[in-house]
């Protein structure tokens, strides 16, 4: 990843980024010219753009790694006002890169996005969401240019106007809505501004602002204090520790066609993309840097699926595994080998391809059946069958069950980690600590996911939920295409996957353990047809089947069924954990809520302070002056 580039820019491809970048945005712009009555032409209108975007991607992805400045661009044509060019020194930020990590998440930025938007045509006429298409092209054309920019200004400039169209796209309907959008434009907002600190400090201590320029070691309290700001920008983006809280909110309160865009996939994509170049390019991490990823990594996995384990809202669960599957990456990019940071970008892509799913899933579920708690539906599986099996392709992916896509990424971090072990430190001395975590982390998924499959599609059915119906095909069919490549992308990963999409990225690597997807996908395919046969071949007539009953009574007769919910409320009773149940639900560990009080509590004490009397605030005026002037001296 720190290859050299070429500096003088291929025509065509100079060409496509203007394109890919400008297009979607000035797309955008006029869009908001047209009436929302119009909403179906402008989702038309807005699919062609992401179309012709995606077609531009392809592009950028063949053609050669190389730095593009546009400053002649802009030079030539500057405005002019008295024979003075007023953007004459513009062009000097105008640098973009592309190299193998920006190319891939482009791609991936693209897929997802014309996925999305096929989704949310159907989705958007009865979940409404005042400018969505436009909302939506500006943050893909922001994206693009976030992930190309090389100059750490423009990148920033992309950066932060994402955080705004994260804030537009949830609907203010109600007060908890409001509540979460303000929530996600406050925390957003104040760790660009911690980053802004990050990216002055690199300035001043390497007099460039170029990404592919800097490469820094986090050996004193400068460089690790710029590093530990632009971390807490890219954790806040991608949803992690301790910066998580605004993602399950926002989960829960926003359309499925604003979750599944952008906490599923672009601000997952962006977040961990930046972590990569924080990681590899930006800066030389040290032994206690990683220790700390790694920290920060295992404690997002383990935190955050505990918490999903007791929420009845299916949404606000799909919110949580949105936080634990960050800290997979975040333990990849904390090992600093090349295994664990191709498992890292795998698990991100992996990531957003199932995430995006299940969160279209859950619009789907929600659309039709117009609930949200999973103690109210059940036996959806055959009312709703594609969506039913692509959400359980989804979830055996997220919980890391082979022959699919997250079972491949998990399993690179694990054999990351078991290398890791071989080296020297307390953060490789603790290999086993990391991977047991990792594990039960996959564990814990796997058991919240139960919940999730059976109490929706599973169980008995509600005799109100006899009259639904699968979604339209515009909206099964981006799921379907989904559950597809998370099967691809999990029985062809060291074949095909890994060596045509991460390691040109991030260099030739090898595995320590002996590991082939495709005959482990061929083992997993062996053994469901050698348990059919042999099912068939003792004759299904052997079997007694009874219908299920409790306390002497049938459930037919007893006219009720247990809710999958209940079965996991013994976790918040045993005695440390309902404790610490208790206080997430008292939001002791939301950051945003301790920083709320905490600036509360501080201006109340202010403002009992101005008493009105002339005299306390001479005090207060002298007290001040003597601070300034023990600081200036």
Not at 428 to 438: D, E, H, P, Q, R
Not at 496 to 499: A, D, E, K, R, Y
Not at 599 to 609: I, Q, T, Y
């Given at each position: 990843?720190?290859e050299?580039?070429?500096?003088l820019?291929?025509?065509?491809?100079?060409?496509?980024?203007?394109?890919?970048?400008?297009?979607?945005?000035?797309a955008?712009?006029?869009?908001?010219?047209?009436?929302?009555?119009?909403?179906?032409?402008?989702?038309i209108l807005?699919?062609?753009?992401?179309?012709?975007?995606g077609?531009?991607?392809l592009?950028?992805?063949?053609s050669?790694?190389?730095?593009?400045?546009?400053?002649?661009?802009?030079r030539?044509?500057?405005?002019?006002?008295?024979?003075?060019?007023?953007?004459?020194?513009?062009?000097?930020?105008?640098?973009?890169?592309?190299?193998?990590?920006?190319?891939?998440i482009?791609?991936?930025v693209?897929?997802?996005?014309?996925?999305?938007?096929l989704?949310?045509?159907v989705?958007?006429?009865?979940?409404?969401?005042?400018?969505?298409?436009?909302?939506?092209?500006?943050?893909l054309?922001?994206t693009?240019?976030?992930?190309?920019s090389?100059n750490?200004?423009?990148?920033?400039?992309?950066?932060?106007?994402?955080?705004?169209?994260?804030?537009?796209?949830?609907?203010?309907?109600d007060e908890?809505?409001?509540a979460?959008?303000?929530?996600?434009?406050?925390?957003?907002?104040?760790?660009?501004?911690?980053?802004?600190?990050?990216?002055?400090l690199?300035?001043?201590?390497?007099?460039?602002?170029?990404?592919?320029?800097?490469?820094?070691?986090?050996n004193?309290?400068l460089?690790?204090?710029?590093?530990?700001?632009?971390?807490?920008g890219?954790?806040?983006?991608?949803?992690?520790?301790?910066?998580?809280?605004?993602v399950?909110?926002?989960?829960?309160?926003?359309?499925?066609?604003s979750?599944?865009?952008?906490?599923?996939?672009?601000?997952?994509?962006l977040?961990?993309?930046?972590?990569a170049?924080?990681?590899?390019?930006?800066?030389?991490?040290?032994?206690?840097i990683?220790?700390?990823?790694?920290?920060i990594?295992?404690?997002?996995?383990?935190?955050?699926?505990?918490?999903?384990?007791m929420?009845?809202d299916?949404k606000?669960?799909?919110?949580?595994?949105a936080v634990?599957q960050?800290?997979?990456m975040?333990?990849?990019?904390?090992?600093g080998?090349l295994?664990?940071?191709a498992?890292?970008?795998?698990?991100?892509?992996?990531?957003?391809l199932?995430?995006?799913?299940?969160?279209?899933?859950?619009?789907?579920?929600?659309?039709?059946?117009?609930?949200?708690?999973?103690?109210?539906?059940?036996?959806?599986?055959g009312?709703m069958p594609?969506?039913?099996?692509?959400?359980?392709?989804?979830?055996?992916s997220?919980?890391?069950?082979?022959p699919?896509n997250?079972?491949?990424?998990?399993w690179?971090?694990?054999?990351?980690?078991?290398?890791?072990?071989?080296?020297?430190?307390?953060a490789?001395?603790?290999?086993?600590?990391?991977?047991?975590?990792?594990v039960l982390?996959?564990?814990?998924?796997?058991?919240?996911?139960?919940?999730?499959?059976?109490?929706?599609?599973?169980?008995?059915?509600?005799?109100?939920l006899?009259?639904?119906?699968?979604?339209?095909?515009?909206?099964?069919?981006?799921?379907?295409?989904?559950?597809?490549?998370?099967?691809?992308?999990?029985?062809?990963?060291?074949e095909?996957?890994?060596?045509r999409?991460?390691?040109?990225?991030?260099?030739?690597?090898?595995?320590s353990?002996?590991?082939?997807?495709?005959?482990?996908?061929?083992?997993?395919l062996?053994?469901?047809?050698?348990?059919?046969?042999?099912?068939l071949?003792?004759?299904?007539?052997k079997?007694?089947?009874?219908?299920?009953f409790?306390?002497?009574?049938t459930m037919?007769?007893?006219?009720?069924?247990y809710?999958?919910?209940?079965?996991?409320k013994?976790?918040?009773?045993?005695?440390?954990?309902?404790?610490?149940?208790k206080?997430?639900?008292?939001?002791a560990?939301?950051i945003?809520?301790?920083?709320?009080g905490?600036?509360?509590?501080?201006?109340?004490?202010?403002?009992?302070?101005?008493?009105?009397?002339?005299?306390?605030?001479?005090?207060w005026?002298c007290?001040?002056?003597?601070?300034?002037?023990?600081?200036?001296?």
């Open positions: 990843m720190n050299p580039l070429v500096t820019a291929e025509p065509s491809a100079c060409w496509m980024l203007q394109m890919l970048i400008m297009i979607p945005l000035a955008g712009l006029l869009l908001f010219l047209v009436p929302e009555r119009f909403r179906m032409a402008k989702g807005a699919m062609a753009v992401t179309l012709y975007a077609y531009l991607s592009g950028l992805y063949t050669a790694r190389q730095m593009i400045m546009q400053g002649e661009t802009v030539q044509g500057c405005l002019t006002f008295f024979d003075f060019d007023l953007l004459q020194n513009a062009g000097e930020y105008l640098t973009f890169t592309i190299d193998g990590l920006s190319k891939l482009v791609l991936f693209s897929i997802l996005a014309i996925l999305i938007l989704y949310t045509i989705y958007n006429k009865t979940a409404k969401v005042p400018g969505y298409y436009q909302w939506f092209l500006i943050t054309g922001c693009y240019g976030a992930v190309l090389d750490l200004i423009l990148f920033i400039m992309f950066w932060g106007i994402l955080g705004i169209t994260l804030y537009k796209l949830i609907p203010g309907r908890e809505s409001s979460a959008a303000k929530k996600t434009m406050i925390l957003i907002g104040a760790s660009d501004t911690i980053m802004l600190l990050g990216i002055a690199l300035w001043r201590l390497t007099d460039t602002l170029s990404i592919n320029g800097i490469s820094l070691e986090t004193n309290i460089t690790v204090t710029a590093f530990l700001a632009l971390l807490v890219s954790f806040t983006k991608a949803g992690a520790f301790p910066f998580h809280s605004w399950p909110d926002y989960a829960t309160n926003a359309p499925a066609s979750s599944a865009l952008l906490p599923a996939s672009l601000d997952k994509l977040g961990i993309y930046f972590l170049r924080i990681t590899s390019d930006l800066f030389i991490m040290t032994q206690g990683k220790l700390t990823m790694l920290i990594g295992v404690i997002t996995i383990i935190t955050a699926v505990l918490m999903a384990l929420q009845h299916y606000r669960l799909l919110g949580y595994h634990s960050v800290g997979y975040i333990v990849g990019f904390g090992l080998s295994v664990g940071i498992a890292g970008l795998f698990h991100m892509i992996n990531n957003a199932y995430k995006s799913g299940l969160f279209m899933a859950a619009g789907a579920v929600e659309q039709r059946t117009g609930k949200s708690d999973i103690s109210d539906l059940g036996g959806l599986s009312a594609v969506t039913f099996v692509a959400s359980l392709i989804f979830a055996m997220i919980s890391g069950i082979p699919f997250g079972f491949a990424s998990k690179m971090i694990y054999q990351g980690i078991i290398d890791f072990g071989a080296g020297e430190g307390i490789a001395s603790l290999w086993m600590v990391w991977l047991g975590l990792a982390g996959s564990a814990l998924t796997l058991a919240s996911f139960i919940k999730f499959i059976g109490g929706i599609f599973l169980g008995r059915r509600e005799p109100w006899d009259k639904i119906r699968e979604v339209p095909f515009l909206m099964w069919a981006p799921m379907a295409i989904l559950a597809l490549l998370c099967v691809l992308f999990g029985v062809f990963a060291t095909v996957v890994i060596p999409l991460f390691t040109p990225v991030v260099g030739a690597f090898t595995f353990g002996l590991w082939s997807s495709s005959f482990v996908s061929l083992l997993v062996i053994s469901i047809i050698l348990g059919m046969l042999i099912y071949a003792l004759g299904k007539k079997y007694r089947t009874e219908e299920s409790v306390g002497g009574e037919e007769k007893l006219g009720a069924s809710p999958a919910p209940e079965f996991y013994t976790f918040t009773e045993f005695g440390l954990f309902s404790k610490i149940y206080r997430a639900e008292e939001k560990f939301d945003y809520d301790l920083s709320k905490a600036v509360l509590w501080l201006s109340g004490r202010l403002s009992s302070a101005h008493t009105g009397v002339l005299p306390g605030y001479v005090i005026v007290a001040g002056l003597i601070i300034m002037l023990l600081i200036i001296i």
